[in-house]
């Protein structure tokens, strides 16, 4: 095998190049599944959390 042998290979799936706009589709979903993973990831934490006591209940021990 010689050298422009290996630099030439040639892929598996022969995919049409993308238009931009697609690309931009395509990082704009990615995105935005991002930011919704995150935010279900993040309520779903401080759903399980334990709310602050009351102010009854801290200004009662001082009474």
Known sequence: MSIGEGQRR???IQAPPLS???LLAIIAVGFVMLHILTAV???SSSG???AAPSLEQMLGHYD
């Open 10 to 12: 040639e892929s598996f």
């Open 20 to 22: 931009e706009d697609a």
């Open 41 to 43: 990831s993040l309520l």
């Open 48 to 50: 399980t959390m334990t």
